[in-house]
């Protein structure tokens, strides 16, 4: 039967000696690496602890590794935005399958008083995972200060730092090439709002390497982004709502929208059924992502698969090689992407 101490007082690595017979030295090894003491020291000492009731402090510990055993996902936005995209938790659930492997907890880190490097400075974590924006010189610095290794997933695949992306532009263009050979010509994009925290040099993010794509695509059949409507939104379901509300009011609905990001789809579906537009068959819809509910709306949704949660295994992997070996080189990996036709999508002008 444990031991368990009364009063406020906690047992200590102090006390754990003293009833075991151990030195300290040899109690902080039990915990902290048992390779340095017999097997038959080890027993003892965590039998000992566990009758006194003993839990080890996580912070003293992680010192005494000079770990902090936590990784940091650093949002690129506020939490009310970032979080409410299918996305963005499927690349966390991949981030964070890993971490469990490795024994280590996943810090999300939103910006800090709307500064990521304030927040990058105050994060107790070994190493950061980047989503879909650009590193300000601020940040950058704030890290090779602290030593930090990080990983971008869905950013600048920058030649020093480790990444995971898909070909942005490739995809871009399929998806868009696929409206075109559907007959539209009446087209909306939505692309993705800037990020709130990215750097000024817009023409490297995400988003611009789409419109690439997309000005591809739309250049081969004499078209260009003066003949299109362009906009952009949030990445969220209430957003996509919200835009598609406002092509219905000012009349100016297209024969389909292209978005970057399938919950604007989604949401632009939505609001578009609840004004009594058809889909397909009034106004076409494509997305980005295939997020689980792509397949599972009516109509299910057109989308360009790029697959979250291998991407934020890939990230989470990278980030540890680095973690481990501070001299590997920066891997930048790319992601199979894939257009998947599905009902959202129909032919135009649509043939009895």
């Known amino acids: ?20 017979g151990y030195s300290k030295t040899a109690v902080s090894f ?7 003491i017999s097997e038959k020291a080890r027993l003892q000492i965590l039998k000992t602890a566990e009758r006194l009731g003993y ?28 979080l409410y995209n299918p996305y963005t938790l499927e690349v966390i659930a991949g981030i964070g399958k890993v971490c469990e492997k490795k024994g280590y907890t996943l810090t999300i880190i939103p910006p ?12 107790a974590v070994d190493g950061l995972i980047t989503l879909g924006s650009q590193i300000e010189d601020e940040i950058i610095s704030v890290m090779k200060t602290r030593l930090l290794p990080f990983v971008m997933i869905d950013g600048v695949n920058e030649k020093q730092t480790s ?5 942005e532009e490739d995809a871009a263009y399929i998806q868009m090439r696929a409206v075109l050979e559907h007959g539209h010509r009446d087209i909306a994009i939505i692309g993705l709002a800037s990020a709130t925290f990215s750097s000024p040099d ?9 419109m690439g ?39 100016t609905l297209p024969s389909c929208i292209v978005t970057m ?72 990996q790319v992601i199979e992407h894939r257009l998947l036709m599905r009902s959202s999508l129909q032919h135009w002008p649509i043939t009895p």
């Open 112 to 123: 800090l008083h709307k500064s990521l490097a304030l927040a990058v400075r105050n994060a």
């Open 213 to 251: 794509g997309y000005l591809k695509a739309l250049q081969e059949v004499g078209l260009g982004f003066d003949q299109v409507m362009t906009t952009v939104s949030e990445c969220t379901f209430e957003d996509g709502k919200a835009v598609a509300r406002t092509m219905i009011e000012k009349g």
């Open 202 to 210: 817009y023409s490297k993010s995400v988003s611009a390497r789409r």
């Open 55 to 82: 839990i080890p402090d996580p912070m003293a510990r992680n010192f005494s590794l000079q770990r902090h055993l936590s990784i940091g996902f650093l949002l690129p936005q506020m939490v009310q935005y970032s």
């Open 261 to 332: 990001s399938d919950i604007v789809a989604i949401g632009c579906i939505a609001a578009l059924h609840e004004a009594g537009i058809a889909v397909p068959q009034e106004v076409s819809v494509v997305g980005f992502d295939n997020i689980e509910q792509a397949a599972t709306i009516t109509p299910a949704l057109t989308t360009i698969d790029q697959p979250a949660k291998e991407k934020g295994e890939v990230g989470a992997k990278l980030l540890f090689k680095l973690i481990e070996d501070t001299n590997s080189e920066p891997v930048h």
């Open 1 to 20: 039967m444990k031991e368990i101490k009364s009063g406020n007082k906690r047992p200590t690595i102090k006390d754990i000696a003293r009833e075991s």
């Open 30 to 36: 039990a915990f902290n690496d048992p390779s340095r």
């Open 163 to 167: 990444s995971v992306n898909i070909a």
